[in-house]
């Protein structure tokens, strides 16, 4: 059974202050959990009886069977699926020489949770191990953004820096490339099997600052040419394209 203080503290870890201060995240859904238990230590899983059997055979420092009741207290989705996690976020580290080699993400101030949690499921598809994240950027570790993952977070390391600093310790040693309006066609550029895909800002694309850093300028084209068209693409779904591109030159 939950204590009043063990229900407080699951549900006060919706909020990030919480969460940085403690050091962890929490995670639902029997795939989700399932998947980050491999990748993540966790503090306390918590599980219905329909599910604490087969979740009593991992590793966790505590572990409770709950109440169908209790799991709609502390759960953050309409829908409770029966299986809630904490976890201690991973102490990721920057190996530049790995870098240099494979390709990434940078991520320009991209605010949406659901969109940054996509990317994250876009880059572990497509191979991509390190997505680079500004400082402005959502929370990788807010529920949103872990349920959006589908449990992509437990192969793709997630880094906060400050992009204007990152990229051009980077630029002269790997290609930097970035999705503009007046970028040259993808389709018809060549293309590097490594380097770093910058994508920008939901509303306002990638700032003037982080352009600087950018060596290949990339559109990706809408078709039919010269015809109307939606003014852009959700940056989830262009990043899938330019993915899908990159991996489909390197075959």
Known sequence: MLSKNQIKYITSLSLKKFRDTEGVFVAEGVKLTGDLLSAFRCKLLLATSAHFADFNKYRAE????????EMERISGQKSPQGVLA???KSDITIDIKSIENQLSLALDDVQDPGNLGTIIRIADWFGIKDIFCSEHCA???GQKTVQATMGALARVKVHYVQLDEFLPSVKNKIPVYGTFMNGNDIYKSTLSPNGIIVMGNEGNGISSKIESFVTEK?????????EATSESLNVGVATAVICAEFRRRAR
């Not at 505590?62 to 009741?69: G, N, Q």
């Open 139 to 141: 929370d990788v570790y």
């Open 62 to 69: 505590e572990k409770l069977e709950v109440t169908e009741k």
């Open 218 to 226: 990339l559109l990706i084209p809408a078709y039919p040419e010269g």
């Open 86 to 88: 904490v976890f201690y």
